[in-house]
């Protein structure tokens, strides 16, 4: 390898899966291999759903293994969710699983001390029954005396460094996002300790290095770094648009979808918390102005009710399905819990007074339909509240690979979608590093180095929005 071609190995957690990915970097060039992916498999308990930590933990020494000796290791993962530790840093039992019930009817009692709208006001997140907040506020927090988002978690126990990384720390709630730094007002309105958190690292920052018991497990040959980037993966996922400009909208899809806009400052009108929409934070002093959308994990559900059919056929088929004879709401919070999927699909059109999708194919086209609308709707919005126009939707994330998804998209918007990268948020971890160790420049020369290494495919929309305007009314009920 070229002296002026470093490795970064990137640990990208996502809800259903983990993966280690290994990118490859120099002046003209970025190349993404997968080392090794593993599944992240909750456990109900007892006591209700968490995260099985130890077997991810487990899966990031093994593709740390397999990726073989690297310049530097970063990790990004899904949003909100935490581990406790007790004061010799052992952790407090496995970590809550954002989907748990155990937030049910929080918020009202958080909004009887802060009521919503200034709550909206101080720190600029949606409404989400599993924020952070929520979750503060119903957890017994007896005994921990340090709290670690999930990739701060993992960074502690490869490297023994404690640190709480921005962008993920904007989606605790608990973060204002004109300052940056934390809401210690909300926090204390609300009697939580913000000294459970370690100090505060931005993207870029070291995160420490690999533990001597950590290269031995792993077979590397130290000092290895470990960097902090993008921790939250839609904020790796978004600093791997490659966009050019500032006039795009980014749909980073998964098992959610979320969409928005990328912002230079947080838009905290009452009108936009009406709305829902958050303002996370960026690389390089940006918000991710979005909405949350549930994303294919409408599908993937259902693709488990119906013991895991062919996708691609099962896609064939719902391409030929009429279009927009169902649609459902994809923000529904009813579509939250697991199980039942399919049933849960036909239930909501049937109360709708709308035809009932009853085959697979049928049910498959209306999520797809729903999902393309809910995307219409979001970027329609964002482009309005926050008075900053787009000429593109750029789709990057799993969701790349689901073509009837793409064109309907561009369809609904009545914009062009360009398609890619699929592994945006193990390309932004990537970046994150490249730049961190002087290889990769800024934000916008990222962007332009991926899109001269990464496959992206254009769709340009087709037929009239009327039918998706239409569509739209009958799901408002008007």
Not at 97 to 112: I, L, N, P
Not at 133 to 156: E, K, N
Not at 297 to 310: M, S, T, Y
Not at 406 to 431: I, K, R
Request: charged share 20%; with cysteine.
């Amino acid at each position: 390898m070229s002296a002026s071609v470093k490795s970064y190995a990137a640990v990208d957690l996502g809800a259903s899966s983990g993966r280690v990915m290994v990118g490859r970097v120099g002046p003209d060039s970025l190349e993404l291999t997968e080392a090794h992916r593993f599944v992240n498999r909750p456990v109900r308990v007892p006591e209700g759903l968490r995260w099985d930590i130890l077997s991810l933990y487990g899966g990031v020494l093994d593709g740390l293994r397999a990726a073989g000796q690297v310049d530097s290791v970063g990790i990004d993962s899904w949003a909100v969710d935490y581990g406790l530790l007790d004061a010799d840093g052992a952790l407090l039992g496995n970590p809550v699983h954002y989907r748990d019930s155990r937030t049910e009817g929080v918020a009202q009692k958080v909004w009887a001390t802060v009521p919503a709208p200034e709550l909206y006001a101080a720190t600029g997140l949606q409404y989400a029954p599993f924020n952070t907040l929520y979750q503060l506020v119903a957890d017994r927090l007896s005994g921990a005396q340090r709290l670690l988002l999930i990739p701060d978690l993992l960074t502690y126990w490869l490297t023994g460094e404690q640190g709480t990384e921005l962008t993920n720390a904007s989606t605790t709630q608990l973060i204002d996002p004109r300052t940056r730094g934390w809401s210690y007002d909300i926090a204390s309105r609300l009697g939580i300790d913000l000294g459970l958190f370690a100090p505060l690292r931005q993207p870029g920052d070291p995160a420490g290095l690999l533990r001597r018991e950590v290269l031995e497990e792993t077979g590397l040959e130290g000092p290895v770094p470990v960097t902090a980037v993008g921790s939250h993966d839609t904020a790796s996922a978004v600093a791997a648009v490659p966009a050019s400009g500032e006039r795009f909208a980014y749909i980073c899809t998964g098992t959610w979808s979320l969409a928005g806009l990328e912002l230079d400052a947080p838009v905290l009108t009452e009108e936009s918390r009406a709305a829902n929409f958050t303002n996370e934070l960026g690389l390089d002093g940006t918000v991710r102005y979005l909405r949350n959308i549930m994303g294919l994990w409408l599908l993937q559900e259902c693709v488990r009710a119906w013991g895991d059919p062919d996708l691609g056929e099962l896609l064939l088929e719902a391409a030929k399905v009429p279009a927009l004879r169902s649609v459902v709401d994809a923000g529904d919070a009813t579509f939250l819990a697991p199980g039942r999927m399919p049933e849960r699909i036909a239930e909501a059109c049937r109360a709708s007074g709308q035809p009932v999708p009853v085959s697979p194919a049928e049910v498959t086209r209306c999520i797809l339909d729903s999902l393309a609308l809910a995307h219409r709707k979001a970027v329609e919005e964002a482009q309005r509240l926050a008075d900053h126009p787009v000429d593109v939707v750029h789709v990057v994330g799993g969701g790349t690979r689901n073509a009837l998804l793409c064109q309907l998209t561009a369809d609904a918007c009545g914009l062009p979608v360009v398609a890619g990268p699929t592994e945006a948020a193990a390309l932004g971890n990537v970046l994150v590093q490249a730049r961190a160790h002087g290889l990769v420049g800024d934000l916008a020369g990222g962007r332009e180095l991926l899109t001269r290494t990464q496959p992206l495919t254009r769709y340009e929309p087709q037929g009239d929005t009327a039918r998706w305007c239409e569509a739209q009314a009958r799901l408002a009920g008007v």
